[in-house]
């Protein structure tokens, strides 16, 4: 059978395996579980310890509770990649095993702020890493022949860009010098290459 959350396809095993966890959560928490699930989504801050404790006082264990997590997940970032229906969502689910109260539950989270899940999706669906900082030195270049020897020809900025892995999840720095109209050159480019990104129907 295949889902539309899942891109028409059809759905992971370990997503039929593991989503009769979410059936040990009641509905109250499981829509407050699935508003910190949309928090981290949304690039929010999340509690981590609100999250822990609602899975505990729901019985489950620490296995469980990363598999209820990462259920919620997939679903809710499969759903709204995806643009499914809140009726056809509720559905599939449905059609998962999941109790209809369970299941209205992540609907009506999800619907407290759509369009913010939509952005948010749109954001980082071509992002492989994350810029973490920024430090910059500008220096001057200083001409080398006998007409121009000690005179400053030029500048130069010593860039050095730390960003989050998001393949090997780990932090990096990349570091390099470039000319001043060369990083003019390059910023129009990397603005052109966003409005093309802003442009895609993600």
């Given at each position: 059978m295949r889902f539309?959350?899942?891109g028409n396809h059809e759905c992971p095993e370990w997503i039929l395996s593991e989503i009769v966890v979410l059936t040990k959560i009641s509905a109250i928490r499981l829509r407050v579980?699935?508003?910190q699930i949309i928090a981290k989504i949304k690039g929010l801050p999340y509690d981590l310890a609100k999250i822990e404790k609602?899975?505990?006082?729901s019985g489950l264990t620490p296995a469980e509770t990363h598999s209820a997590l990462a259920v919620l997940e997939f679903v809710i970032r499969g759903a709204n990649k995806h643009r499914v229906e809140e009726a056809e969502l509720m559905k599939e689910?449905?059609?998962l095993g999941l109790p209809h109260e369970n299941t209205e539950s992540i609907i009506k989270a999800m619907g407290k702020d759509r369009e913010g899940l939509i952005a948010a999706t749109k954001n980082s669906a071509l992002r492989i890493s994350r810029p973490i900082g920024i430090d910059y030195l500008i220096g001057f270049i200083a001409g080398s022949g006998q007409q121009k020897k000690g005179a400053i020809v030029?500048?130069?900025i010593k860039l050095k860009?730390?960003?989050q892995d998001g393949v090997e999840k780990m932090q990096k720095d990349t570091e390099f010098a470039i000319e001043r109209e060369d990083l003019s050159q390059l910023?129009?480019?990397l603005k052109k290459c966003e409005d093309m990104i802003n442009s895609l129907e993600i």
């Open positions: 539309k959350f899942c579980l699935a508003g609602l899975c505990l006082d689910i449905e059609q030029g500048t130069e860009i730390s960003y910023i129009s480019d």
